[in-house]
């Protein structure tokens, strides 16, 4: 498994950007497909946004438009730039890699530990 770190999290107010950043360790990330999930307070965890090894991308109708994830493959790192935040986007966010199948998925096998957004009117 790889490991990773996420970084960039913090406070904003309404309509603010943040650029959450994951640096992984242990392998390279180049032959993985790459995910961010957030999960908010009492809420379940769901993912926002995600890239495959092959550029591939998919997200949440919650945040396209607003949200980008983007990989450096040499970095061995993953970012996900976050604009026009709103209330509702404060969570933790979570950093995640795994192995593609099927017709662009999926399946996460290693997570990072977590960066906090919170968002405020």
């Known amino acids: 498994q790889v490991q990773l770190v996420e970084s960039g999290g913090g406070s904003v107010q309404a309509g603010g950007s943040l650029r959450l950043s994951c640096v992984a360790s242990?392998?390279?990330?180049?032959?993985?497909?790459m995910g961010w999930f957030r999960q908010a307070p009492g809420k379940e965890r769901e993912g926002v946004a995600h890239?495959?090894?092959?550029?591939?991308?998919r997200y949440a109708d919650s945040v396209k438009g607003r949200f980008t994830i983007s990989r450096d493959n040499p970095k061995n790192a993953l970012y996900l730039q976050l604009n026009s935040l709103k209330p509702e986007d404060t969570a933790m966010y979570y950093c995640?890699?795994?192995?593609?199948?099927?017709?662009?998925?999926?399946?996460?096998?290693?997570w990072g530990q977590g960066t906090q957004v919170t968002v405020s009117s």
């Open positions: 995640a890699a795994g192995v593609g199948y099927g017709d662009n998925w999926c399946g996460y096998n290693s």
């Open positions: 242990g392998h390279t990330i180049s032959s993985y497909c």
């Open positions: 890239i495959g090894s092959d550029g591939w991308l």
